[in-house]
């Protein structure tokens, strides 16, 4: 029996520049350009072994074997990796996250980004992490962010341009941050990504100007890391949010991801900045709330957070590195 193994480590990653919408759906390309930062430490960790016993790829998510749709996204990304690599052996694939899926924070874009490199390496194919990049924006665009450690950019794409990949804007040192989330339901969201943007893009009569908008508020959000300063990120940050719940919420029928507890959350982020503090949220494709602040800061904003009505619990992140792989 012949054997190749490889393990990867990524971090989950939130957008500080929200993508959303498509411009070439095959190719999965962003039709906005996107900012996010890099989260310490929550990290899924991925083994891909190439066996040449195996009958079929076996396929374990957080100890549950993978069947449907989730399984079928993870053999194509293997699929694609045998086919540069030159090989044909069936894979075992064990993955888990060291944060709930419920957290409010994607596991897919560390989970894909994890797969791609893991399965990369263990088909003896050179670390290249463009490449990588590359790869995980195909399975999930925010993926491609989760390759590079620190603040990260990801471009918009323009049809048919197979190579787009995520670039580093800034290392994890650059700037001592925190995001901390406001988890505010559980249980898995009722539409996902994919869907929800499709659905913007034929229905919303505000998907047009969101993307118009997203340009200059993505240079705001990158003129703002780059210049530390978060007043001017935040405002963006913020702006990018509401445009882009506005553009769900418009749409047909409306994609409402927000809950009672969202509008308190929010409303927790403003009032601590009536008493001076620099702090900012953020939402993704789910009712969560999440605040960008100063290191410093990030107690007392986990404090008013966790004391709003209806949150159930915070976590804090700081930014995160590269992708560990070891073979
Ligand atoms: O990469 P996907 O398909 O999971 O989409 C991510 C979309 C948002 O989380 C809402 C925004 C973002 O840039 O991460």
Redesign the pocket.
């Known amino acids: 029996m012949s054997t190749s193994e490889a393990t990867a480590i990524t971090r989950a990653n939130i957008?500080l520049a929200?993508?959303?919408g498509k411009s070439d759906v095959p190719l999965n390309l962003p039709a906005v350009p996107?900012i996010?930062l890099t989260l310490d430490p929550m990290c899924t960790q991925t083994t891909v072994s190439f066996l040449s016993d195996l009958e079929q790829d076996e396929v374990s998510l957080d100890d549950q074997p993978a069947s449907g749709r989730p399984l079928q996204r993870v053999v194509k990304v293997l699929d694609q990796v045998r086919a540069l690599a030159g090989i044909s052996r069936r894979a075992r694939v064990r993955s888990g996250n060291n944060f709930p899926t419920a957290s409010g924070l994607?596991s897919?874009?560390s989970g894909f980004a994890a797969l791609v490199a893991a399965s990369s390496a263990a088909a003896g194919l050179p670390r290249d992490d463009d490449r990588l990049s590359a790869m995980s924006r195909q399975a999930?665009?925010?993926?491609a962010r989760s390759i590079y450690g620190g603040f990260v950019e990801l471009p918009a794409g323009t049809p048919g341009d197979a190579d787009l990949c995520a670039r580093r804007l800034a290392p994890p040192e650059h700037w001592d941050v925190c995001i901390v989330v406001a988890v505010l339901a559980e249980g898995p969201k009722d539409v996902g990504?994919?869907e929800g943007m499709t659905l913007c893009e034929q229905t919303s009569p505000y998907y047009r100007p969101w993307i118009e908008a997203s340009d200059a508020l993505t240079d705001q959000v990158r003129e703002g890391v780059l210049q530390r300063d978060l007043s001017k990120l935040g405002e963006a940050m913020e702006q990018s949010t509401l445009a882009?719940h506005a553009c769900m919420m418009a749409s047909r029928p409306g994609l409402l991801y927000w809950q009672p507890a969202t509008l308190a959350a929010l409303g927790a982020v403003k009032a601590l900045r009536k008493q001076g503090i620099e702090v900012y949220s953020t939402m993704?494709?789910g009712p969560h709330v999440k605040a960008l602040c100063h290191a410093r800061d990030a107690e007392r904003v986990a404090s008013a957070l966790a004391d709003t009505p209806l949150v159930l619990r915070t976590l804090t992140a700081r930014p995160g590195p590269d992708l560990e792989l070891r073979q």
Do not use: E, L
């Open positions: 957008a929200k993508y959303w996107s996010s994607a897919s874009a999930s665009a925010s993926a990504s994919t882009m993704d494709a």
